[in-house]
C-alpha cells in the first residue's frame, strides 16, 4: 500500500509546494502593487499624526519600569530619538493635511514619507553606533529588546505603504545588528539574533496587517462601488417611480387598477371623467357606472372572455356620471397577470362623448345630403386622371334611368354617353380648367338615358391634386340634371320671342292700321267736303263715282275690322264655328260675281265648278270671308288687265277650292310666315294690305278642320289650294 502510494503523496507534494509558490508570488505582487495608492497615502499620513501619543505613553512605561537598571545615556538618547521622530511624523501629516494634494500626486507624497521614515530610522542606528553601544548585562539586553520593540510600534502606523516600512526598518536595524556581530561575543550575538527575530515577527505581523489592510481597501471599494450602483439605482428608481407617478397623474386619459370588479386605483383623470373626486373612486364599485345592472353584466362577460384568452379588451360604451348624466367613452383593459386576469385589470378610458356627438351630427347630415341629393337629381363624381377612370355614384344612375349602382367608368365610356355636339365644349373647359384659365370646370351638356333619350346634366369640379411639376392627378365635381331648367328656358325663350313677335306685329299692326284706315277715310273725308260744297256744281256721275268710292273705303275698313276681330277672337278662343248646311258652288259663284263687278273694268275674273254635291256642313260667314280675301289677295298682286280663278272641284270625299292668279308671286322666304299675323311678302311695294287676310284664312280653315297650301314663284303668279273635308253627318247636324 505505501509503495502504491508513492506517485500519489509526490504529487500531492509537488501540488503543496506549487501552490505555496503561487501564494508567494501572489503576497508579493501585492507588496508592489500601486492598487489603492491614494487611499493608502492618505492613510499612511493620517495614522502618523494618531499615533504618536500611544507610542509615547509605552516609551514612558518602559523608562520607568528600567530606570536605574540600564545607562541613564542610552534612555535619554531613546527619548529624544522618539521625540524627533513623532516630530517629524507629526510635522509630515499638518503638511499633507493643508496640501491636499490630488490624487495623481499620491506616489510623489509617498516617497516624501519614505524619505523621512529613512532619515528616523538610520538616525537611531547611527546613535547606537556613535555610542558605541555594547549590551554588558542582561538589563542592557533587556532594556536593547524593549527599546527595539517600542521602535517597532512606529511601523504599525506604516502598514498602508510597504516602501515607508522598509524605509523605516532597514536603517535602524542594519548598524545596529551589523556592530553587534562585529563586537562578537556571546551576549552581542544573542542580542543581534534577538534583533533579528523581534524584525522578523515584526514583518510577518506587518505583511498579514498589510494583506489585511488590501482585502478591506478591495472590500471597501468594492463595497464603495456596490453602494454607488445601489444609490444610482435607488435615485433611477425613485426617479422612475416618480415619473410614472407623474405620468399616471397627469395622463390625458383615465386610468386605474380594478380588482374584483372594485377600484383600488386611479388617478385624477379617471375620476374627473366620471364626475368623482379621486377619493371617493377608491373602493367605488365598477357597476354603478352602467345605466343598468344587464348593461354591466354583458359587458363584463365580454371583457373576461376576452382577457381570458390574454388579450386585450377595447370597446366603446355608455357610462353614467355621478350627477346621473351619461357619457361615452372609449375603454381599454388588460390583465396585470395574463395567466390570471382575476389578479388584477388595468383600464384606461377617454370621453369621446363629443365624438359621438360629432358622429351622430355627422350621420345625419350625411342623410340630409344624400336625401337632398336623391331628390335634386345631384350626382358625385371623381377623374382619376392618371388612371383614366371615372367614379360615379348612383346618383348619376337614378338620373339616366339605369340600375342604381356606383361606377367607374372609362373614358371611352363615358364618350359614348355624351351627345357628339357637346364633346367639343366639354373639352374646352376641362383643358381652361386643367391649364388654370378657369378656377372651376363648368359645361352643360345632353346625356344618354338608358332610354335612348337626351337630359341635359350640369357639370361642376375643382382640380384636387396635382404633381410638383403642375399635372392634373384628381378632379372631383358634381353632375345635376337641368333638364327641367333647360325645358322652361326653351319655353320662356318661345315665350318671349312670341312676345317680341307680338310686338313687332302690333308695330306693323299700328303702322298699317293707320294707313289702311287713314286713306279711305281721307278720301270718304275729302268726297263728302265735295259733295257738300260742290254737289249742285258736280254731274250726276261725279256724284255717283264719289259715292262709290266713299263705299268701296267703307268696305276696305270694315273687311279690316272683319280680319282684326276674327284673329282676336281666334287668340282667345272664342271665335264661334257654326257649321249649317251651304251649297258651296252656289257662294263660291256668288263671291266670284261681287268682286267680278267691281273689277270687271280691269281684271278678268273666272270661276270653274267640277263640284256636283249639294249643301255641305260649313260655316257660310267664315267661309265667305276667307273666299273674299284670297280673291282679293289675288287681285291686289296682280297686273292690270290679268286673270283671277277660283276652282271648285271634290277630291277624295273633299272640297278642293284653288284661287290662282297671274300676279308678282310670293318669294320663297316669305311663304313658310305668310299666314302669320301682319307679315307681309317682300315684294308687295306699296300695295294696300295689313297682312291679315292668310292669318284668317289659315284659321277658318283649321276650325273646318282643312288644310291650306300655297305654291308660288315671283313674277309668275301664285295658287292658294284649300281642302275641305266634306261629312254628310255635319251638315244633318
Known sequence: MSGSRGPFQSRAKGESKLKLLTT?????????????????????????????????????????????????????????????????????????????????????????????????????????????????????????????????????????????????????????????????????????????????????????????????????????????????????????????ELIFDTAAVGIAFIRQKTVLKCNLRFAQILGYEKEEMLGQAARVWFKSEEEFMVEDSRANARLAEQRNYSS????????????????????????????????????????????????????????????????????????????????????????????????????????????????????????????????????????????????????????????????????????????AEAELLSALQQEKEMSERKSRFAALAQHEFRTPLSTILSSAELLEHYSDSLSAEDRLTMLHGMQSGVKRMDALIENVLTIGKADAGTLKFSPTPVDLGELCKKVTEELRKDVAAHYVVRFERDFERGSVSLDPILLRRVLTNLLSNAVKFSRTGSTVSLKLTERNAHALIEVSDQGIGIPIEDQARLCEIFHRASNVDNRQGAGLGLAVVKKAIELHGGTISIDSKVNDGTRVSLRLPLIEARGAA
Open 316 to 487: 366603446e360604451t355608455q357610462l353614467r356620471r355621478k350627477d346621473g348624466s351619461l357619457i361615452w367613452v372609449s375603454a381599454d383593459s388588460r390583465a396585470i397577470d395574463p395567466n390570471d386576469p382575476q389578479a388584477g385589470v388595468i383600464t384606461s378610458i377617454g370621453d369621446i362623448t363629443q365624438r359621438k356627438t360629432a358622429e351622430a351630427a355627422l350621420r345625419q347630415t350625411k342623410e340630409r345630403l344624400d336625401l337632398a341629393m336623391q331628390s335634386s337629381s345631384i350626382s358625385i363624381w371623381e377623374w382619376d386622371v392618371r388612371r383614366g377612370t371615372i367614379y360615379v355614384d348612383a346618383g348619376l344612375a337614378q338620373i339616366t334611368g339605369d340600375e342604381p349602382r356606383e361606377r367607374f367608368l372609362t373614358l371611352d365610356e363615358m364618350a359614348r354617353l355624351l351627345h357628339p355636339d357637346d364633346v367639343v365644349a366639354m373639352r374646352k373647359a376641362q383643358s381652361e380648367c386643367f391649364r388654370g384659365v378657369a378656377p372651376l370646370y363648368r359645361v352643360e351638356y345632353r346625356l344618354k338615358t338608358a332610354g335612348g333619350e337626351w337630359v341635359w346634366i350640369l357639370s361642376r369640379g375643382r382640380v384636387v391634386g396635382r404633381t410638383k411639376d403642375g399635372r392634373v392627378l384628381r378632379v372631383t365635381g358634381t353632375n345635376v340634371d337641368i333638364s327641367q331648367r333647360k325645358l
Open 24 to 244: 508567494l508570488r501572489g503576497r508579493l505582487a501585492a507588496m508592489t502593487s500601486d492598487a489603492y495608492l491614494p487611499e493608502r497615502v492618505a492613510m499612511l499620513y493620517r495614522l502618523s499624526a494618531t499615533d504618536v501619543h500611544v507610542i509615547l505613553v509605552a516609551a514612558g512605561i518602559t523608562a520607568f519600569a528600567l530606570w536605574g537598571q540600564v545607562g541613564v545615556k542610552l534612555m535619554a538618547l531613546w527619548f529624544i530619538w522618539l521625540g524627533v521622530a513623532s516630530a517629524v511624523r507629526y510635522v509630515l501629516a499638518r503638511i499633507y493635511r493643508r496640501r491636499r494634494p490630488a490624487l495623481e500626486d499620491a506616489a510623489r507624497w509617498e516617497n516624501y514619507f519614505c524619505l523621512a521614515s529613512a532619515l528616523v530610522g538610520a538616525a537611531w542606528g547611527l546613535t547606537l553606533m556613535l555610542i558605541g553601544y555594547i549590551p554588558a548585562s542582561a538589563q542592557d539586553l533587556t532594556f536593547t529588546l524593549l527599546i527595539s520593540s517600542t521602535a517597532m510600534g512606529l511601523p504599525s502606523s506604516l502598514a498602508p505603504s510597504p516602501k515607508a516600512f522598509t524605509s523605516f526598518i532597514v536603517p535602524m536595524l542594519a548598524p545596529t545588528v551589523a556592530m553587534l556581530f562585529a563586537f562578537g561575543g556571546g551576549l552581542n550575538t544573542s542580542t543581534a539574533m534577538l534583533m533579528l527575530v523581534l524584525a522578523s515577527v515584526v514583518v510577518a505581523m506587518y505583511l498579514s496587517n498589510y494583506l489585511a489592510l488590501m482585502d478591506t481597501l478591495a472590500y471597501t471599494n468594492r463595497n464603495t462601488v456596490l453602494l454607488q450602483d445601489l444609490r444610482v439605482a435607488e435615485n433611477s428608481l425613485t426617479a422612475s417611480l416618480a415619473e410614472q
